[in-house]
Each structure stands twice: as structure tokens, then as C-alpha cells.
């Protein structure tokens, strides 16, 4: 598991999740932890080995 830092698309604060960087991209809704507002998060990992957050 590893920790990343985005901001959310309703209230623009930085939160953090955690992924399971094991996977090449997981897609999931997990809920804001400051507006609780239900963010759809997309993980992809890169051959390279970067990673790609994407919020909605």
C-alpha cells in the first residue's frame, strides 16, 4: 500500500488515500474525509513505474 496526495474535486482540500500499488489500476468510489462528498478515484500505474490519479 502506498499513500497519495490529491485534492478533491467539490471542496479542493488535499486528502490522502491509500492504493495497493501491487495492482497496475484499480477504479473505486471512496467518500471525501472533509466535504464526505463521494469521489469516483482511478489509479493507474505506469511501465515506468509512475502513478496517475485521477478524481471526479
Known amino acids: 500500500m502506498e499513500e497519495h496526495f490529491f485534492q478533491c474535486p467539490y471542496c479542493w ?7 495497493d500499488t ?24 505506469g511501465e515506468d513505474g509512475s502513478v496517475l490519479i485521477e478524481a471526479l
Open 13 to 19: 482540500e488535499t486528502i490522502s488515500m491509500l492504493f
Open 22 to 45: 501491487s495492482l497496475n489500476q484499480s477504479q473505486y468510489v471512496e467518500d471525501c474525509e472533509v466535504c464526505c462528498n463521494p469521489i469516483q478515484v482511478g489509479y493507474q500505474k
